[in-house]
Every structure is written in C-alpha cells, then in structure tokens.
C-alpha cells in the first residue's frame, strides 16, 4: 500500500490518534485534522476529558504535511467549507458542549467559541452531566436552504441505550457563529425492543455517529451507525421532518443491512453518477463483531440496498487472520470528491499498534479515477 502519513504517534506515549477529517480550500491546498485519545495519557483539559486537536495543512497534493496549529476544547469535529470560509465543527471535548469555530485563513488561525455569538452552540453539563453531546467527523449536509449535522446526546455518557440521536441545523445565509441561528431537534434514544426477534440478541445496543442526506426521493435521513454486537454489518434510517425541528424513527422499516454499519462511515452523493457512495469496514468474519482490518468503496442507488465494489485498504504485515482483526484498523474514515478522484484520511493502527482500536497513524490516500468503478 501506498500512502503519506500525515502524524505518526510512538505507541509509548499511551495516546492515540482520532477522528480525522479532511478537505480541499480554495487555494487548492488541502486540510487535515485529528484529535487524540486514550486516558489517561493524552492531552486533557480543566475537566480532565480528551479535548485537544492538531491541524494540517499540505500545498503538494498530500505527499508531504506540516502541523500548523493546534485547537483545545474541540472534539470529534469536522472540518467543511461555506461561503468563503472553514469552518471546524464538533463538541467542546469528550462528552461537551456542541461548538464550531471558523477560520478566514486556511486553517491557521481559528475564532475561539467563548459564548453564543462566538460559536459555543448548544452547552454541555457539567463534568460528565447531561447534556453530554457526541458526534463523530460527518458530512455537513446543505440542503434546501440549510445546513444539517447529526449529533447525540449520551445520558449517561457511555454507549449503549442511552445515546440519544438528534440533528441541529441553520439556514445556510445566517452567521454560523450566532447559537440563536441554530435548530436543535428532539432527541430520540435507542430502545432495544426495536431490535428484530430473528437476531441475536445484542448487548447494549445503540446507534451513533449518524451521517444526514438526501433520500432519492428527496426526504432527509439520518443513517447511523448501529452498535448491535453480536449483529453485524446493519445500519439504522431516522427521519428529520421539519426542516429539521423533529426527527422521527419507525422500527418496522428503519433497519437496513449495510455492510460495515457497526462502525463509523461516510456517505456521500455523486452528482455524476446519481449513485451514493461510502467507505465502510465492512465485517467478512462475524466472529470479530469489530473488525475494522478491511475497508472498501461500497456504492448504492436507493441508500437502502448496498454492494461492495472496491476493497481499498487490507493488512499486509503478513499477521495471522485473527492477529489482524486483534491489531489492524483502518477505521473513521473521512473523504471527499476530488474531481475525477475520492481522497481519504483515515485514523490507522498499523504495525505497531496495541489494538485495532488505538491508532498510531493518520494517513492520507488517493482513489483515482473512482467513477470507473462504479
């Protein structure tokens, strides 16, 4: 495989690397971020909770990368462009307040969300008390005149039933810095008697990390993640109504089977080919119910029906099959459209690492000339 590393972190430090996202500016250079975690070694805040992340910017296509700042209490966050400017939008740090900030630079200098006329959205509680807002690097969705992006509030902050999905959103010509521009809808928490009777029954199911687009038909979704284990590779659809005031979920069609859906993806829409794509880990042995040591281009006309058509990422360390579900993860991967081509960023335990899950590397790759895949 072949790949730039955008930041490399010794497995000695006991921290690790996390939600990485990326975009290309105006000026054509492009934007890499990732925050770090792993308590309780890496960099924390007053409250004693993850919060710190790095920025990147590369002006070579991605070969090469330099860290030109970095951003306390910003969390999870992802990185999109709006008229003119970056903005940067997540949580305050693990468990937080819902903030974005914006940069007039390229990234190298950020407004700080000191209150709400400066960016500090939706407040968190206390250290650990509710709201506890999460989130994951997903798409901003612009849609019909407003912005869309999918949060959850976790009462008590820990997975399982009690991540609450909700979305917030703002018109798309209002000061993205001002809290009363913005929508929060209700929250609604997984119940467990949704879960089929023919599936095994999970542990502490829940869903997350939710991804808001734009059904064929028009109608806005919220596709997330669906944390079932022992169950694998199914996602759950919410719907968002009212422009994004009410969200809504029905369990007798809201499941679907989506390969990867018990970990994070990305789903985009390709004006050029009127086909839905996503990046997933999609699980090939259910015994690794986690198993994040693959990633493929999986591709859909309806966001419902779902086939794999390119495996993109694998191990090649030469592990047995079961040391590489145990250690590899090529995992939370963020992209973009780049023309003719889809970039990716992607938070990488690899060769070294202790565990799939605790990343030692953000790496940066190329997929050209995708549409001849589809």
Not at 19 to 41: E, K, T, V, W
Not at 244 to 271: H, L, N, Q, V
């Amino acid at each position: 495989m072949t790949w730039s590393e955008v930041k490399y972190q010794p497995e000695l430090s006991k921290t690790y690397l996390g939600s990485p996202s990326i975009l290309r500016l105006p000026d054509g250079a492009l934007l890499a971020s990732h925050d770090y975690f792993g308590l309780p070694n890496c960099p924390k805040n007053h409250e004693n909770e993850e919060s710190l992340t790095s920025i990147y910017r590369s002006e070579d296509e991605g070969d090469t990368w330099s860290n030109i700042t970095h951003i306390m209490n910003c969390y999870w966050s992802s990185l999109f462009a709006h008229r003119g400017s970056v903005y940067i939008f997540g949580v305050s740090q693990q468990y937080g307040s819902i903030v974005i900030r914006r940069s007039d630079d390229g990234g190298f200098t950020w407004t700080h969300p000191a209150d709400s006329s400066s960016g500090l959205l939706f407040p968190g509680g206390a250290f650990r008390q509710a709201p506890n807002y999460h989130c994951a690097p997903m798409p901003v969705l612009e849609h019909d005149g407003r912005l869309y992006k999918a949060f959850e509030d976790a009462d008590p902050p820990r997975h399982g039933p009690s991540f609450h999905s909700c979305v917030v959103s703002a018109p798309v010509d209002a000061n993205l810095l001002e809290a009363a521009n913005w929508t929060i809808s209700n929250k609604i928490p997984f119940d467990p008697a949704w879960i089929p009777a023919e599936w095994d029954a999970p542990e502490r199911p829940c869903w997350l990390e939710g991804n808001v687009v734009v059904s064929p038909s028009g109608e806005l979704w919220n596709i997330l993640r669906l944390n079932a284990k022992p169950m694998v590779n199914r996602a759950a659809i919410v719907n968002v109504l009212d422009g994004g005031r009410r969200i809504a979920f029905e369990p007798g069609g809201g499941f679907i089977d989506f390969p990867g859906g018990g970990s994070k993806f990305t789903i985009r829409y390709d004006d050029a080919t009127g086909k839905y794509l996503a990046l997933v880990n999609n699980v090939t042995n259910r015994a690794w119910h986690s198993q994040r040591n693959i990633l493929s281009l999986s591709i859909s006309e309806d966001l419902i029906n779902w086939r794999i058509v390119r495996r993109l990422m694998a191990d090649r360390s030469g592990l047995t099959p079961e040391d590489s579900a145990r250690l590899t993860g090529f995992q939370y991967v963020d992209w973009q459209f780049d023309g003719d081509d889809i970039m990716y960023l992607v938070r990488t335990a690899y060769r070294g690492a202790i565990r799939y899950h605790d990343s030692n590397r953000i790496i940066f790759r190329k997929l050209r000339d995708f549409r001849a895949l589809l």
